[in-house]
């Protein structure tokens, strides 16, 4: 039976994680690692000037379950390093409350974790939904998550990918499932002032995603838009591959 971890960035009261821990008991053994507040932001961020305290929570439908006062990459670190006593055949992320495709994946805690389980050598998976809903109906998406996970199980990923894996909101039932590259785009964003009642400014991060190629058939935010699962494979490795490019900044 193979052994899949699970984790997110919503925290380990996020129903997108009590969800994908139900479908995935059907694949094999579950354990959970998830932190205990949303860590949404947080990329690949480590805890490096504080301890981390790791609790055993109580099984969730067979699933053992911890929560950490960390990121989801410590999730994911401390679960494989310290908590488990063999290695994961998977590391499943999610499934997050929001997207993130396109340039999402770069801050996506998400996707920190599924790049995390990435570097370990050991295929990951992060899975989202475009709803920011707490209460999002996440039942379109169980079948989806369930058929990549065992396929992923069954055919493995090559060395140094992981795959985001993006699910519209607003579907019974999608029209199919594609692999596609990411959107290019920018989040045209910038930070509000306020005050607070003592008069001191303080700021929040508003803005929108502005989506540079719309008419893309194959990119996730068109997918998305028209009712497909997104699946991007994602590269661990972020070398620009033409290095002669930059013979200039070389010794001579």
């Not at 989801?72 to 401390?78: L, Q």
């Not at 068109?222 to 972020?238: D, H, I, K, M, Q």
């Not at 070398?239 to 930059?246: K, M, Q, R």
Request: glycine share 8%; with cysteine; aromatic share 8%.
């Amino acid at each position: 039976m193979p052994l899949i971890l699970v984790t997110n960035d919503d925290s380990i009261n996020a129903k997108g994680v009590h969800e994908l821990i139900r479908v995935l008991l059907k694949i094999g053994e579950v354990v959970c690692v998830c932190p205990e507040m949303p860590q949404s932001g947080m990329s690949m961020a480590l805890t490096v000037n504080s301890p981390l305290m790791v609790k055993r929570l109580e099984d969730y439908h067979g699933a053992k379950m911890y929560k950490v006062n960390g990121t989801p990459v410590d999730c994911v670190k401390i679960a494989v390093d310290n908590l488990l006593e063999r290695r994961p055949d998977i590391v499943v992320s999610g499934i997050n409350h929001g997207s993130n495709a396109a340039i999402n994946v770069v801050y996506s805690g998400t996707m920190g974790a599924a790049f995390e389980g990435c570097a370990y050598g050991i295929p990951s998976i992060g899975f989202s939904l475009t709803s920011h809903d707490e209460n999002a109906d996440f039942t379109p998406c169980l079948p989806v998550v369930e058929n990549l996970v065992k396929l992923t199980l069954e055919n493995g990923l090559p060395e140094g990918v992981c795959l985001n894996v993006n699910m519209p909101k607003g579907y019974a039932e999608y029209k199919g499932i594609r692999v596609v590259k990411g959107c290019k785009g920018r989040w045209d964003d910038h930070y509000v002032e306020y005050t607070d009642p003592a008069r001191r400014p303080f700021y929040w991060l508003a803005g929108k995603y502005v989506n540079e190629e719309p008419e893309n058939t194959n990119t996730d935010e068109w997918c998305l838009a028209n009712g497909y699962v997104s699946v991007v494979p994602v590269l661990l490795e972020r070398t620009y591959p033409n290095l002669s490019e930059f013979k200039w900044i070389s010794d001579k």
